[in-house]
């Protein structure tokens, strides 16, 4: 039943697509248009222009730049960071209809297109998924990531992340990654990658050597990855060849290094043409096309020129470039680097038909507008939210349960206590956590504690807590670019101990990195939801309450707290839903006059006599 429901979803959705799959032949629509592109417009084809898709008016300065990129120079790819659906309809069809060639257009999908557009899909994160045990929610969340994409106009997702996280201390990977083996992350990998190309979309491993075994931001400075020889081959590099022969479109090459396996020790496999040209072009026998990571990152920009970068990377091997500023600039630089020699114009014409036969793949070239309908019966669908749902209530894992606290008696009737831990700004906000338990019908307490209070703060929620409350202690420490540390402030760490020893009744949640708990070790009861979203949020509420059954699995090692694998199972027993006792002349209640003895003919009667009576009145005046 589950592969007969596959099937017909999948054919209804590439008879809907009005672009499909298109098989590439020696007299290729990409190979016949390269003969007559200049120079300058294979450059373009290369680089990617970065926007937000949202309403912008013709004389913005911006809007400007951009048309003049696409009429004059002809840039072939638009990378979309965040959006509205009604933008992408009116304004990827306007620039679409502009461009002389057809316009790829790329996006970060890793967690669906809600991540990027308000009223779509969003799911949960790659590590949630590998929480449920089985790679089915991978191909799921591939199918409705494509399926969604490519509704509102996005062809090419840069996703999945297949960096195995073996460090804890990973800033920037750590939950983005299905896992620390590279078999686990290879098995969900290789079904998220065929449930986007199903549904027609490009796809992307990043990223490349890999980002897992690292306690730095890329964003910020270079990484460095402490692997030997043996070490890459056994545990960084597998899941890209896994990726290689699931059919992955690109391979994202990251701004990190290996010193202690490459012979230039502080150059980032970015500039290396030893990682793409003699590891993934020869050794693993890569032969799609190598985008860059972008060229603003720290790691770069922190090192090196800009202009000496592009032609670097360029040089080295890579075929698109994410370069967010200043595009019509670097296509004069590396114009200026081919002409004096120092680039091969073949690798230029190599990797402009590469892009071009990424677009012939997904049909562009024979169509290239949104089909407004398809997006309207795509976008926001029920049953893909339902699959969402489905996903993050089995994603939800319980590491720890010493004191037996859980499942909590459905007869719970005293206030409950939750306490907001936050490693950035909040503004002291409910959590929807919160607003969803509220909706219970009980009495909830809540607090925030962030990253701006102090410890007279955490002192004064501390005091505010009675020593046999029942406390949901929630913890959101998410990977975010620039930032260079996963686990939370020392005084929001500190407040955690502190009130393990003051409360027997603690329930501690990560909302985020399930490596928290090594602050806080002796805590009894932990639980892991992967990600402070709301449908975590959602669903870690639901496994609290009994309505869900707590049966996820950890993806990772927590080192000296559990292993990978551990998941103490809750079946599902729902609390009752508290009444709420209603006191005179504190809420008002909805009856009928028949009720209490009124007639309700003779009330019709006596205001069909004002109505007119108005009218008389509104006559004479």
């Known amino acids: 039943m589950l592969t007969k429901k596959i099937i017909i979803l999948s054919f209804a959705f590439l008879l809907s697509c009005s672009s499909i799959v298109t098989n590439l032949n020696e007299n290729s629509w990409a190979e016949s248009v390269i003969k007559k592109m200049t120079l300058r417009e294979k450059i373009a084809q290369m680089m990617v222009y970065r926007m937000n898709m949202h309403y912008v008016n013709f004389e913005n300065k911006d809007w400007k730049e951009l048309i003049q990129l696409i009429e004059t120079d002809g840039i072939g790819i638009i990378h979309i960071w965040f959006g509205d659906v009604g933008s992408s309809l009116t304004t990827l069809n306007f620039l679409q209809q502009k461009s002389k060639l057809p316009i790829l257009v790329e996006a970060d999908i890793e967690s669906g297109l809600g991540r990027r557009y308000n009223g779509s899909v969003r799911l949960p994160p790659m590590m949630a998924i590998a929480a449920t045990g089985n790679s089915y929610y991978a191909y799921e969340a591939g199918r409705i990531s494509a399926e969604e994409s490519r509704a509102v106009g996005i062809h090419f997702n840069l996703a999945p992340v297949v960096d195995v996280n073996n460090n804890p201390k990973n800033p920037i990977i750590n939950t983005r990654s299905f896992g620390e083996v590279p078999d686990s992350v290879h098995k969900y990998s290789k079904d998220f990658i065929k449930g986007l190309k199903d549904f027609g979309m490009l796809t992307t491993a990043k990223h490349f050597p890999g980002h897992g075994d690292t306690e730095t931001d890329s964003h910020s400075a270079l990484a460095m990855i402490p692997s030997d020889s043996a070490r890459l081959w056994n545990i960084e590099l597998p899941p890209f060849r896994y990726a290689i022969e699931a059919g992955v479109d690109a391979v994202m090459i990251a701004h990190v290094s290996a010193p202690d396996f490459q012979r230039h020790s502080e150059v980032p496999a970015s500039l290396s043409s030893f990682w793409i040209q003699d590891i993934l072009r020869k050794e693993m026998s890569f032969n799609g096309a190598v985008i860059t990571d972008a060229m603003g990152m720290g790691g770069i920009i922190k090192n090196y020129s800009d202009d000496y970068a592009i032609v670097e990377t360029i040089k080295a091997g890579s075929d698109i470039i994410i370069q967010n500023d200043r595009l019509s600039h670097f296509i004069d630089v590396i114009e200026k680097a081919v002409l004096e020699n120092e680039i091969d114009e073949d690798q230029i014409n190599q990797s402009a ?217 809750i079946e599902s027993k729902e609390w009752k839903a508290k009444e709420k006792k209603i006191e005179p002349g504190k809420e008002l209640i909805r009856i009928r006059p028949d009720e209490i003895g009124v007639d309700i003919s003779s009330i019709n009667q006596l205001l069909k006599k004002l109505f007119l009576i108005l009218l008389f009145l509104e006559e004479l005046s």
């Open 353 to 569: 038909l590469k892009v071009l036969k990424m677009k012939e793949k997904i049909g562009l070239h024979k169509e290239r507008l949104i089909n407004s309908y398809n997006t309207h019966r795509t976008i926001g669908k029920k049953d893909n939210f339902l699959v969402a749902d489905e996903i993050a209530s089995k994603s939800i894992t319980l590491v720890k349960n010493t004191k037996q606290i859980l499942p909590l008696s459905p007869e719970l009737d005293e206030d409950l206590y939750v306490i907001d831990l936050y490693d950035g700004a909040n503004n002291h906000n409910e959590s929807h956590f919160t607003k969803t338990l509220k909706q219970s019908g009980r009495k909830v307490n809540s607090f925030q504690l962030d990253k701006s209070d102090s410890l007279v703060v955490a002192n004064h929620i501390l005091d505010q807590i009675p020593s046999d409350a029942i406390v949901f202690l929630n913890a959101h420490a998410n990977p975010v670019e620039w930032k260079e540390n996963i686990f939370l402030p020392e005084v929001e760490a500190d407040f955690i101990n502190r009130i393990i020893e003051k409360c027997e009744n603690l329930i501690i949640t990560s909302f985020g990195s399930p490596y928290l708990i090594m602050d806080f070790p002796k805590a009894s009861t932990y639980l892991c939801a992967y990600s402070s979203n709301q449908l975590q949020q959602n669903a870690a509420v639901n496994a609290l309450m009994g309505k869900n059954s707590i049966q996820g699995i950890l993806p990772v090692t927590i080192p000296e707290i559990a292993i990978r694998g551990t998941g103490i199972k």
